[in-house]
Every structure is written in C-alpha cells, then in structure tokens.
C-alpha cells in the first residue's frame, strides 16, 4: 500500500481501557492483518487492521490516495485514529469528508468481521445508558466552527460563564482545515504589505454587487471590525501573512479582490488555528461538550431566549439555561431539501455537517428568515463515476483539461457562457449554476492527442493549480468513460444519444464554436488566446461536471450587533446568530463577492460581535 496513514494504539490510555472489554466480548476473534477496501468519492479506499493478541483494534492502515486531495485524503488520518482510540467503528464521518469517511468505515467493518469481531457490536448498536443533564451558563454558544469559537472567545473576555456544543466529535467545522484565511480591512498586515484599500471603498464594493440589497449597517460592522480582528486573533497566538499575489487570474487586474486576503501562518499544518484559540479558551474555562446537538431553543412567555436544549451521543438530553444563547451551526449546504428549496437543483456538492439547524430553531422563535439563496458557489469538479477505475481522474493530469477554458455544453446540447469563467473559481461554479448545477466539457481526440504532447492553453492555476504531469490523455479518458462519469461517442449524434442532449442542437452549436475558433471572434467573448481547440475530429468525449459550494451563506435575519430579529429589525431578546447561519451581509445574491477570504472574514466578525453583544446582554446592560 503506498501513502498510506497507519494510526496504532501503543499509547492510547482509551483504548487499553476498552481492549479487555472487547476481547472479552468478542471471544473469536483472532490476532492478525486484515484486509479490505470499500468504494470512496473517486477511488476504491483500503484499510488494513491489525489485531493484536488481546484482541484489541492495534493499528489501522489506509491507502486513501485516490481521494479528493485535501479533503479525502486528510479524513483518513483522522478516521482511523478514531476507530483505533475508540475501539469501535461508531465514529463520525470527517465534515466534508462523509463519502471517504464511510468508506474507511465500510472497509474496516468488513477487515474487522473477518478478523471475528461482532460488527454491530463496534457500530454500537446496543443501547447507550442515557443520562439527562442539566447546566446555567451566561452565554450559550451552538457550534463550534470560526464563528461560535470567535463568540466563545469574544464573550469570555468578558468574565461571562460561556458553554459551547458542538454536534461532531471535534471541533471546526467546516472552517478549522479548509479555509486558507480571512478578508481584513486596514489591518496592521495589509498596512506592513503596503496595500491600501480603505474600509470605505470595500463597503461601496459589496452593496454595489448586491445591488445595495445587503443590509448596509451589518455590512459595515463587519468590513469595520474586520482589521482589529487580525490583531486581536493575535493576542490568542493566532498569526497570519498577506496575499503576496492573486491565486487566480481573474482577479490580478483588481487588487481589492486579492490585497484584502489574510493566510493563516497556521493553514495546512496539523495544529490550525482554531485548534489554538480552542486551547486558550480551555485554560479559561468554557467549556466544551462534543458530540451534542441542540435542537430546540427555550423562551420565556415573553419571548425571550433563555438556553437551549440538545441532544448528546448517550441519547440524553443537555438543557442549557443560559442569559443569551448565539446560533453558529454554519448554514445547511448539506440540507438536500433546503438546498433543493432554495437553489432550485439538487446538483451542487456541498461539505460539512451543516443542516440548517440554527436557521431551523432561530425561525422557530420568531426570527426572520433572509438571505437564504446565498451561497459560496465555488468550483466544480468531474462528477463521480458508477464504476471504479484504475485513476482518480480529478487528481490526475486530467484535471488539466477541466482548468482549460475548452467548449463547454448543458445538457441538452447548448453551449451557454464563456469559458474564461474558468480563470475565476467563483465564476465557474455561477456559470454552472446558470444552467442547473451540471454541464459538460466537450473535447476531440485531436484536442486530447495535444494534451498528451503538452497543451499551449493557459490553465486556471488557483487552489494548487493543474496536476501537470506528463500523461496518456486518450488513456485517462477512456477510463473516465470505463468509470461512468464520460461519455464517448465515434459521432457527435451518437455523443448526444450517450448524453441525452439533442443531436442537432449540439452539431449546430458544435459548428458555431468551431466557426468562432477559426475566426478567433467568439459570440460569448471568449479571448481569442482560448480559441485554440475546435471541436471537429472523432472520437468525441464528454466530461460531466457538477458545481460545489463552500457554504450558504444566510438564513436568519440578524443587525449590527448580530442579534436575530424579525421581519422589521426587531431583535428577538438573548438570540444571536453568526457566521453562515447570518444573513444580510451578501445580499442574497445567490453567489457571493469574490473577493478572497469574504466568507471566513464574515464567519471570525460577525463570531466576534456576536459574543460581544451577548456578553454585554448577560452583564445586563
Ligand atoms: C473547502 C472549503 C474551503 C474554503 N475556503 C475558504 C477561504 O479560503 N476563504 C473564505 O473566506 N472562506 C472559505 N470557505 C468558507 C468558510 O470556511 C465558511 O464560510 C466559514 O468557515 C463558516 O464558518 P461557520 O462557523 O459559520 O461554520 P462551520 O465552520 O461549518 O461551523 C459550524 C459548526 O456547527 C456545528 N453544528 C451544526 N449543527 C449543530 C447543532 N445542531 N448543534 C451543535 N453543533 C452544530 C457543525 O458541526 C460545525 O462544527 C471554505 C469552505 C470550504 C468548505
């Protein structure tokens, strides 16, 4: 197994506490390797577990290297650590990671039955000893992401008795591994790098895009506090550097799109950032239950919140009473039916374990609903074959081929934008989005054969840029098409029969791109350096993408302070709400500024002002 992650047991004082047990329990199991593999995003995943003489989960092994870099591939570390520490296979899927998550577990289910465990007995499966709880806090905080961690920090400042749950069993949420940082405005960073982009100017920026539906003092408090708040992290031993360039090329020309970024000194290490504010608010005492999910808020007759309930992993309830209660659940990109609701199509990848619960509660307590078609559209990716394959095409030098602006076609057979969308991450994914989600890239053999001897076009070279090694581009096709997720076709008709689309629509729009590239003038625009490949030489294949979003990015309507309200500004009494659960700072214009670092700049600010404001609610004042 090469790349491989192996977590063993030696010295987890869990698990030599539960080995005996297990042994014990499972009296036919046998020492040994174990070996299996289960179906992941885009690869068949395998894990290897070792068992040692008592009986107990020693080691385990993966080979993910087939899964989504970054994502897939930093789950499995995590998976396995878990299984082994917890001496069982009821463990939580990795937020953004769920499929490669599943798929460890699945492989390790079927290694650990060979080995003569009781699967259903390390599922857990038999019931847990329920134990009811009850707590009083002064500010309750749900979520444990960038902003409830920020409202954490923010009201312990203060003095205020602060209790933070969090649904998983760690704590980040979608903002503690995968965001590279946040916007800041004037901050002593962009100030040190000489770039001078006044607070004003972003503020105009942002209404101009929502065409001043955003709500203008939300806005402002949050572009506002933003530069403090790379100093104040500071104080928490949290650091950053400056955007020394644009990652993406359509955003070199306009400096406000990549000055304002701020990169965790802290992104892509095993210890990040929110990891060091977490120890901090440990030594002053918040507390932290893991594993608990709110679910209801509690208000007085009045209406006032007043804590909430939640649900732990025992199967008990947590009541929280607490002066004010702050709503960080980080949207619902992975709620199917409010995405579908709200987006209109069901074909947009999500991450995280984010399912509106905050939005869900908030509305319930007569907050009102806003900004709920925002979303970080973001990207879009090759969708996952039906069949495995021998290579994870989205890693692999085909990736090249999706960063190119080539002819692109929805499903029915229309192309329908111009392709140097492709140098812009969020462009890309709006343009998908424009035609429901899922589109095709449409390339030749011609197209592929120069590939294979090393394109002239000019690759989107954002989040890590294309895998540029030298490959078979004919080969790396035909097993997309092996795997499902391309289609072929020796014709463009016989294409359109594999696809669905309709025959004529796409030969006639085939002739008009192909008319564009020998003219090198595009109907959409296209800059003539990316009219380069007509499309004219069969074999045809189509490469089906699917776009992805980071997160919505609204659902609850909040002020300045972060204080829910309802439809006319009123505040609900001792409720705040932050991060993607907020809406109003973008405007529900269904995709977001893409201006780098908006949405986990808006997560850290809109945290911070929250627990701010209710710290200051539960001193009284
Ligand atoms: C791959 C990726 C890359 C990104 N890169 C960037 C970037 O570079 N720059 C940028 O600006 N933004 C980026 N973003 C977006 C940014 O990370 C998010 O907008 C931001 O982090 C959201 O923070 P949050 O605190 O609102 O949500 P989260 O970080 O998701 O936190 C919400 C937390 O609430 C928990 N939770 C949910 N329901 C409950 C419940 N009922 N009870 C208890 N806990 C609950 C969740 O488990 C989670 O831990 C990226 C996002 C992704 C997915």
């Known amino acids: 197994m090469k790349r491989i992650v ?10 030599a506490g539960m080995g005996g047990c297990l042994s014990g329990a499972q009296g036919r199991v046998k020492p040994g390797k174990y070996e299996a593999s289960s179906q992941g995003i885009s690869s068949m995943v395998k894990v290897e577990v070792t068992v040692d003489a008592k009986g107990r989960i020693a080691e385990v092994a993966v080979d993910a290297a087939g899964e989504t870099n970054g994502i897939g591939q930093v789950a499995a570390p995590q998976v396995a650590k878990a299984i082994v520490e917890s001496q069982s296979l009821k463990v939580d899927a990795v937020s953004g990671a769920t499929k490669t998550s599943s798929a460890i577990l699945a492989a390790a289910g079927k290694a650990l039955a060979a080995a003569g465990f ?6 857990g499966r038999k019931a847990a000893q329920a134990v009811d709880e009850e707590v009083t806090v002064d500010v309750g905080i749900v979520g444990a992401g960038a902003a409830g961690t920020m409202a954490a920090a923010a009201a312990s400042e203060t003095g205020a008795k602060v209790l933070i749950v969090e649904r998983t069993n760690g704590i980040g949420g979608v903002s503690k591994a995968w965001a590279g940082g946040p916007f800041a405005v004037e901050s002593s960073l962009q100030k040190k790098a000489g770039y001078d982009i006044k607070k004003e100017a972003v503020l105009q920026r942002v209404l101009d895009y929502s065409h001043y539906i955003a709500y203008a003092p939300l806005a402002k408090a949050i572009i506002y506090k933003s530069g403090s708040t790379i100093d104040w992290l500071g104080g928490y031993g949290v650091y950053f550097h400056a955007n020394p360039e644009s990652p993406q090329l359509a955003h070199r020309d306009d400096p406000m ?3 304002l970024y701020c990169w965790y000194d802290q992104f892509g290490k095993d210890v990040a950032a929110l990891d060091i504010v977490h120890a901090k608010l440990k030594e002053r005492g918040v507390a932290l239950r893991l594993q608990t999910t709110a679910t209801d808020l509690i208000q007085d007759k009045d209406g006032a919140v007043t804590g909430f ?3 732990k992993a025992d199967g008990g309830k947590l009541t929280v009473h607490a002066k004010s209660v702050v709503l960080a659940t980080g949207g619902f990109a992975n709620n199917k039916a409010m995405m579908a609701e709200n987006f209109h199509t069901e074909k947009i990848t999500g991450f995280g374990e984010n399912y509106g619960d905050g939005a869900r509660m908030a509305w319930k307590a ?3 609903r ?3 078609q925002s979303s970080l559209l973001h990207g879009s990716g090759i969708v996952a074959g039906s069949k495995p394959g021998k290579v994870a095409l989205s890693m ?6 999706t960063r190119s602006p080539l002819m692109w076609v929805d499903l029915s057979g229309n192309r329908f934008c111009n392709e140097d969308a492709v140098y812009d991450t969020a462009y890309t994914a709006n343009v998908g989005y424009s035609v429901g989600g899922s589109y095709y890239i449409l390339v030749d053999r011609a197209t592929l054969d120069d590939y294979t001897k090393g394109s002239r076009i000019t690759m989107d070279p954002a989040v890590g840029g294309p895998n540029m090694a030298k490959a078979d581009f004919i080969a790396l096709a035909e097993d997309g098409v092996e795997q499902g997720c391309i289609a072929k076709g020796a014709s463009l008709a016989e294409l359109a029969r594999q696809t669905g689309m309709d025959p004529a629509r796409l030969e006639a729009n085939v002739k008009e791109y192909n008319e564009a590239v020998a003219a090198k003038r595009d109907p959409y625009g296209k800059q003539a350096a990316s009219l380069i490949y007509p499309v004219v030489e069969g074999p045809f294949y189509a490469v089906k993408m699917q776009i992805s979003t980071l997160g919505t990015l609204g659902g609850v309507r909040v002020n300045e302070r972060l204080e829910a309200t309802d439809a006319s500004l009123r505040p609900i009494p001792g409720l705040y709400v932050a991060g993607g659960d907020a809406g109003g700072f973008y405007g529900n214009t269904t995709t977001y500024p893409p201006y780098e670092g908006l949405a986990t700049g808006f997560a850290l600010n809109s945290g911070r002002i929250a627990g701010e404001s209710a710290a200051e609610r539960a001193r009284g004042k």
Do not use: C, H, R, Y
């Open 118 to 123: 009781d699967v259903g007995t390390l599922e």
């Open 370 to 372: 806003w900004d709920l």
């Open 366 to 368: 007569g907050a009102a």
């Open 309 to 311: 309930i939640a649900s």
């Open 6 to 15: 192996a977590i063993a047991a030696a010295a987890m004082l869990l698990a």
């Open 257 to 259: 799109k990549w000055q």
């Open 396 to 401: 692999s030098p085909f990736n090249q081929i």
